[in-house]
């Protein structure tokens, strides 16, 4: 049995920022995290040379307010560095297609198409439609199937054809003038969360899988799967929605009926690193496949080396692991025992849906006046900024409450 002021279930950014800004009120924060360790999914391996790649999470935006607050406030300012611009590119096959970001774009669109549709854009609003339609509405519905949406897919590593249109490409007003436009850190972006990880008055546990949440007269207890009870007045829930679901659904049925709502997906990661030397692809792009067994592949170029270079390939899920490194060596010209460090990892993914806000303007209103918080990348958006937005409004939610 352990108590605490609030026990925080999952360890990735979400959790996280709620553990530290809890802690930083002084409060004791228990953090349990299913994974080995913190981070979910920002995650950088780490090589035994000194070099390092990120597998999930790698560019970080001056326009993260909330994010570039947590990097002052552990002292990691000095480790803040530029990352090499990425270039978009599109894949048919193993072909690349010849041509960069937007102007590849253009050519791979109909143009007659494209002309009928494109003056829609004026004053077109994205709510309440979804990802499909607002993008379809503008470019045209072929142009959209064999080139924007495959890009817009990309980005969240999943059909992205039924988000709700607004939690993607967000404009956010206010920019860090003192961070450089797009930026990572020496060491790669998991330096922010293990700092977090380590602030004075958190405590992570690694390898505990919350099971079951229960009243406790004013407070809760968390119980994980080794049987530990964790005692807490405040409990903060930071993962994917089905886990949130059966998390809760013992304690809070009308809370986890409406998380349920929030379906999510499995992206299969395969990341490696392979000596510059054995690779002729351009550094630092961010490859979009128009038909593939995977949703979109990154190279992680964010700090140039001179000797290594690094791929994350995001996979669509059912693919044997062997078949995965098949299709990457076949398109990089590569033998299997090129790959080093080699990295796979599983990661539920949100997928918001038509009638996302209201489900969550649902959560709220049942978390409201409860001790009990929601978090994580489906609330208003999945970047990591998202994440943190929700996290600190959350923590004064329940603050100011007591
Ligand atoms: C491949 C990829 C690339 C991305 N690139 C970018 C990018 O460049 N920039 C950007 O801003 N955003 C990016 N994102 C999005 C962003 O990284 C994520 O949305 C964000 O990190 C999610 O943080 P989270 O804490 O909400 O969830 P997660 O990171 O998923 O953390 C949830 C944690 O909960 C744990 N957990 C689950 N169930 C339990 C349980 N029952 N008990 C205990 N622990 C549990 C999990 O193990 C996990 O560690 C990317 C995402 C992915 C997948």
């Not at 930026?183 to 330096?191: A, C, E, I, P, V």
């Not at 968390?222 to 964790?230: A, C, F, K, P």
Request: hydrophobic residues 40%; charged residues 25%; glycine residues 10%.
């Amino acid at each position: 049995m352990s108590k605490h002021d609030v026990v925080v279930v999952g360890g990735g950014i979400s959790g996280l920022t709620f553990a530290f800004e809890a802690a930083r009120a002084g409060r004791s924060v228990l953090v349990l995290e299913r994974a080995g360790g913190p981070g979910g999914c920002i995650s950088t391996r780490r090589t035994g040379c000194g070099y390092w790649f990120e597998v999930g999470a790698h560019t970080c935006y001056n326009s993260y307010v909330g994010f570039t607050g947590l990097i002052d406030a552990c002292g990691l300012r000095d480790d803040v560095t530029q990352r090499a611009k990425t270039h978009l590119r599109f894949l048919d096959g193993d072909r690349l297609v010849p041509g960069s970001n937007l102007g590849v774009m253009l050519r791979l669109f109909g143009w007659f198409e494209a002309a009928v549709s494109l003056p829609r854009m004026i004053g077109a609003k994205k709510d309440g439609k979804t990802v499909e339609e607002f993008y379809s509405s503008i470019v045209g519905k072929r142009n959209y199937a064999t080139v924007l949406g495959p890009m817009l897919s990309a980005v969240p590593s999943q059909s992205a054809d039924a988000f709700p249109a607004g939690m993607l490409f967000k404009m956010r007003d206010t920019r860090r003038k003192d961070y450089p436009r797009s930026f990572t850190l020496r060491g790669g972006l998991q330096t922010v969360t293990d700092a977090l990880a380590r602030q004075p008055g958190v405590e992570v546990a690694s390898g505990r899988t919350a099971v079951r949440l229960a009243a406790n007269g004013a407070g809760w207890v968390v119980v994980t799967d080794d049987g530990e009870r964790h005692e807490a007045g405040v409990v903060a829930v930071a993962t994917p929605p089905s886990a949130a679901a059966a998390f809760l659904g013992g304690a809070a049925p009308d809370l986890a009926a409406q998380i349920s709502r929030v379906k999510d997906t499995v992206v299969e990661t395969l990341a490696f690193a392979v000596r510059a030397s054995k690779v002729n692809l351009p550094v630092s792009m961010f490859l979009v496949p128009r038909k593939d067994v995977f949703h979109s592949a990154v190279t992680r170029d964010s700090v140039p080396d001179p000797d290594w270079r690094s791929f994350a390939f995001h996979f669509k899920p059912g693919l044997e692991p062997e078949h995965r490194v098949a299709r990457v060596t076949r398109l990089l010209g590569l033998q299997r025992t090129d790959l080093e460090d080699l990295v796979e990892k599983r990661t539920i993914l949100p997928s918001p849906g038509r009638g996302h806000e209201v489900i969550v303007g649902e959560i709220d209103r049942l978390s409201a006046g409860n001790r009990l918080c929601v978090l994580g990348n489906w609330f208003a958006g999945l970047s990591i900024e998202d994440c943190v937005e929700r996290s600190r409004k959350e923590w004064a939610r329940v603050a100011t409450a007591g």
